[in-house]
């Protein structure tokens, strides 16, 4: 026999971004609960609206399982006398475990003999096992924020105000926050009943959707996408639904209703880019393109209310998003007014980092940085310097417009840079790399396309990295704020997709001279915030190259070997990487070839000026290995001496060694006595190592089992 | 409804539900919440349930009358309810209704806004809530005020009357509202926008706010030390609206923004501590009524 549960936590509105993350916890701790105590559920779903966090478990056992404890007692010796008489150590055993003494056994056990009982457990009711665990889970919760409420102690997202608790038809004992779970949930606000009895699980949607709520989050996605299509296609558009909003209106309603409302269209005449953000980041609307891809002079908005009500609703949303809209052209119109480079004197006035100077200094770090770089990365377009620099100039200007100083539009910063650098009159790259000098902001944005705005996204994110460091304002490692590590990611993914040859110690260095001397005392010196930082990147440089696909091995390998030229570094890990997948016998013997020479010369700490005298050899096998060493050295060389080195070829010639090497091994015995032999040996050995070190640090890699 | 009919209609509603009327505090201030009915009675364990109208300068949104939805001098209609009741929403809800808004016509929505007050040291989880996409609310659980965790919980529901009433008048700009059957709001406040808002950003006295904004902080410190919180609290406020003016006539860096804040906020957080030691030295006579 089998039971159902139905579990819903009635709520105040929760934050939308709240909810999912709760039921993905509530489904994970009470399926764990269940099968803890032996009452795994055949089938667990959930489902979440604003006022609800809810959850049904099918197939339940009505019963544990009875089960047998077996436990281990006293040695035997001590638990019985030479008669065989129990001694009050057996008794107090059996007594512990609610036994008679004559239940006892003794076991042989590889310590000695001792006494064992078995302790047969009934399995309790489901009815009596489940509540006490519905409320842990529920008070082990987390979300991002919590809150109190009324005179109690507890926490929670938002005030807890009714409990369903259902086992088949069967009210569950639970009290929660002084809400005592019953079978009464509620309906919609205003389309349904403000009580509803809910007879059992199974009945639960149904009776919800009857009083005007959908539960079921994925139904209600289905129903908003499939509304706002078809409004938009009455006015021939589409709507253009960003996937975050979607989620985010989800979970601000119980019934979607979706409405479209109009604008003038001389508001079409803003920014598209402004535009979309007045509609989606002050009201979480849709807006409307033609086939064209234009926007339209409409919008879709998610409400809550009932389909009756649609008209009276869309004219309070018009009203509302028309003086949005108004607002917006009134900062464009008066922003626009002056100049944009007119700016940079407000800049002096806004502090960057407290110890760090103000942003107008910053600017002038930056366009410094951008010429370091130009110069640094050897490029040729003497032009795109001036632009880069110019950009550089002009790239925080924004921020003290009307515009971007709109917290709901404050996203829009760059963006609206480029815009008004255009309406200035500044040339066309110099806006367009303004516009894209905070990409990319995360793992999806691409890097910018234009080569000025690549050079201002690195030097952006260096000086802030820099002056962060400097000022100790970072907790290092894992516990970093994901803010710095997106900023350190950003650099990496400019580097690797513009393949950017420079050297970053030297890129960190320079970042961290152009600071001002930190005024406080708590600072890190300059060499160790240089050496944290690079730390810092080694990081971030392999969470790259993980997520292209490279094992955490060779990773490792790569980065244990001088890895400050990234392009190089990242050309080297696809190397070992490529050849990995395409032949792992190749690759096992490029490793194996690699490292026995790693194990045996780097516990000596040889001396760097060690040389191999050649006449002080004794087996032809060592004349065959330094001349095949020889030629490899060759080969690498030419291999990686182009603009763009051929690591295959250098693998290639590294891999040729390996039977000399092995040769070497079975012919001469390295670890002798005399120490002018075995140094000399050792320096031959130490010699190949430091040619395998050229692609990576084989002795991190763990090779493919064949 | 006209707009002193939206008032009386809420006072009534509130008086109903067991608040006492209070009257606008006479001092200048960004928010009813720092009116001291809202501010000091919101500490320590007291019950406390008060409605009332807060006059609210907000120098930095003056738009010299010209702007349909934006004024420096609004009003605030404001509810405080200690410890917050259970049925709190539902309550509201019904005041909306009082209102002739009926709720079934309508889209309305709690949507995340956790609100923060710096000067205040002051921080609540709630919601703005949405009538038709419009903000009409806000709704608000205080977790700290003067840097002291609130408990019990109190309360605070803020209605932008203005926006209620140019809805339910469906009119959409602030001066045609009809305040009374026979005046509109603009008739009544339209020269004191444009005038507020030439002053505010214009022709205000920088030095003198400057030394006015020391003065006030003195004054503050030195009637803390002679333990009277109450009047000491009228010259935080002092220093929050000088502060305000400041701002608006754009003579406050960055910088010295977050000092001036945190200077506020320092002698919010004392005065709250020595009202509530003082209250609690009474045996919070409030327990008892």
Redesign the interface.
């Known amino acids: 026999m089998s039971a159902d549960l139905l579990y819903e936590i009635g709520v105040?509105?929760?934050?939308?971004n709240a909810v999912l993350p709760a039921l993905e916890q509530l489904e994970a701790g009470i399926s764990q609960a269940l099968a803890d105590c032996r009452l795994e559920a055949a089938s667990i779903s959930t489902y979440g609206t604003?006022r609800r966090l809810a959850l049904i478990a099918e197939g339940i056992p009505e019963r544990q399982p009875d089960s047998v404890g077996e436990y281990k007692g006293p040695p035997a010796q001590s638990a019985f006398d030479e008669q065989g008489n129990p001694t009050p150590a057996a008794e107090g055993f059996a007594r512990s475990r609610g036994v008679a003494v004559s239940e006892l056994e003794i076991r042989e056990t590889e310590k000695g003999r001792f006494v064992f009982v078995q302790v047969k457990r009934p399995g309790q009711p489901a009815a009596e096992v489940i509540p006490p665990l519905l409320r842990q889970v529920t008070l082990e919760l987390t979300f991002p924020?919590t809150?109190?409420?009324?005179?109690r102690d507890i926490e929670f997202a938002?005030?807890l105000?009714w409990l369903v608790a259902l086992l088949d038809d069967q009210v569950l004992d639970l009290e929660i926050a002084g809400v005592r779970a019953d079978r009464i949930s509620r309906g919609h606000?205003?389309?349904g009943e403000k009580m509803v009895e809910i007879s059992s699980s199974s009945a639960y949607l149904a009776q919800l959707a009857a009083n005007g709520v959908v539960a079921d989050h994925r139904e209600r996605e289905k129903m908003i996408v499939e509304q706002a299509n078809r409004l938009a296609e009455e006015v021939g558009g589409h709507p253009r639904i960003d996937s975050g909003i979607l989620t985010e209106v989800n979970f601000?309603?119980e019934h979607p209703?979706c409405i479209r409302g109009s604008f003038a269209p001389r508001y079409l005449e803003l920014p598209a880019e402004v535009l979309v953000s007045v509609l989606e980041g002050h009201?979480k609307a849709f807006p409307v393109e033609n086939p064209a891809g234009e926007l339209m002079a409409e919008f879709i908005?998610v409400?809550?209310?009932?389909a009756?009500?649609a008209d009276?609703?869309r004219?309070?949303?018009e009203?509302?998003?028309v003086?949005r809209l108004d607002d917006a052209e009134f900062y464009y119109q008066h922003d626009t007014r002056q100049a944009l480079v007119s700016r940079l004197e407000s800049l002096k006035?806004?502090?960057f980092l407290?110890g760090m100077g103000n942003l107008y200094e910053k600017t002038q770090r930056l366009a410094k940085l951008v010429d370091w770089l130009h110069g640094e990365i050897g490029l040729a377009d003497e032009a795109m310097r001036t632009t880069a620099q110019r950009a550089a100039t002009l790239c925080k200007c924004d921020l003290v417009t009307m515009m971007v100083g709109d917290s709901k539009l404050a996203a829009l910063q760059g963006i609206i840079g480029g815009l008004y650098a255009r309406a200035s009159g500044e040339p066309e790259p110099v806006a367009e790399a303004v516009a894209e000098h905070y990409r990319p902001q995360g793992p999806e944005e691409s890097i910018p396309t234009s080569p000025a705005g690549q050079l201002l996204s690195m030097a952006d994110k260096i000086d802030n990295l820099a002056a962060c460091f400097r000022l100790e304002l970072i907790p290092t490692g894992s516990a970093a704020p994901p803010a710095l590590r997106r900023q350190a990611a950003g650099i990496v993914e400019v580097i690797v997709g513009a393949e950017y040859s420079l050297r970053l110690s030297r890129l960190i260095h320079y970042a961290l001279e152009l600071l001002p001397l930190p005024a406080n005392e708590k600072t890190l010196s300059l060499e160790q915030a240089a050496t944290e930082l690079q730390e810092f990147f080694a990081g971030r440089v392999q969470a790259a190259w993980e997520q292209r696909g490279i094992s955490y091995d060779i990773c490792r390998a790569v980065l244990g070997v001088p890895w400050d030229d990234i392009v190089d570094a990242t050309r080297r890990a696809m190397c070992l990487a490529d050849l990995k997948q395409a032949d792992p016998e190749a690759f096992t013997e490029l490793v194996v070839a690699g490292e026995r020479p790693a194990r045996i010369t780097r516990p000596e700490s040889l001396p760097d000026t060690l040389k191999v005298d050649t006449s002080l050899f004794e087996h032809p096998t060592e004349t065959l290995l330094l001349a095949e060493l020889t030629a490899a050295q060759q080969k690498v060389q030419a291999a990686l001496s182009d603009e763009e080195p051929d690591y295959p070829a250098a693998g290639e010639a590294l891999r040729s060694l390996l039977t000399p090497i092995h040769q070497y091994f079975e012919d001469v015995m390295v670890m002798v006595d005399d120490e002018r032999l075995r140094l000399n040996r050792l320096a031959l050995l130490s010699q190949i190592d430091q040619l395998f070190s050229r692609l990576a640090d084989f002795l991190q890699i763990v090779p493919p089992v064949s | 409804m006209v707009f002193e009919k939206l008032i009386a209609t809420l006072d009534n509603y509130w008086v109903a539900q067991g608040c006492h009327l209070s009257y606008p505090y006479e001092i200048e201030m960004g928010a009813g919440t720092m009116s001291p009915d809202t501010f000091l009675r919101s500490l320590g364990p007291e019950p406390w349930r008060v409605a009332y109208v807060q006059p609210s300068r907000r120098p930095t949104d003056g738009r010299y009358g010209e702007n349909?939805?934006r004024l420096q001098r609004y009003f605030q209609y404001q509810v405080l309810i200690k410890?917050?009741?259970?049925d709190i929403?539902e309550v509201y809800?019904g005041s909306l209704t009082v209102l002739g808004i009926e709720?079934?016509?309508?889209?309305?929505?709690?949507?995340?806004d956790?609100w923060e007050a710096p000067t205040l040291g002051a921080t609540g989880?709630g919601?703005e809530v949405w009538?038709?996409?419009?903000e009409i609310t806000q709704f608000t659980?205080f977790?700290q005020v003067g840097g002291i965790p609130?408990?019990?919980?109190s309360?605070e529901l803020t209605y932008g009357p203005e926006r209620l009433a140019m809805?339910l008048q469906d009119v959409?700009d602030y001066r045609e509202l009809m305040w009374s059957d026979d005046i509109t709001y603009g008739e009544l406040r339209y020269q004191e926008e444009q005038q507020f808002s030439e002053y505010n950003f214009d022709t205000a006295d920088v030095q003198m706010l400057q030394q006015l904004f020391e003065m006030y902080e003195r004054e503050a410190k030195a009637t803390i030390r002679a333990e009277l919180p109450l009047p000491a609290y009228d010259y935080v406020l002092k220093c929050s609206h000088a502060f305000n003016l400041l701002d608006s006539r754009g003579a406050v860096?960055?910088?010295e923004r977050?000092e001036m804040i945190l200077r506020i906020r320092d002698l919010a957080r004392q005065v709250a501590e020595l009202y509530l030691a003082q209250r609690e030295e009474l045996g919070f006579p409030l327990l008892q009524v």
């Open positions: 105040e509105e929760i934050p939308a604003p924020k809150m109190r409420w009324g005179d938002r005030p105000r606000r205003v389309m601000l309603v209703t009201q908005a409400t809550n209310a009932a009756g009500a009276v609703v004219q309070g949303w009203r509302v998003v003086p006035r806004v502090t407290k | 349909p939805y410890p917050s009741p259970d929403q809800l709720l079934q016509d309508h889209d309305i929505r709690f949507v995340e956790d989880v919601w009538l038709d996409g419009m659980y977790q609130c408990k019990p919980v309360v809805y959409d860096s960055v910088t977050h």
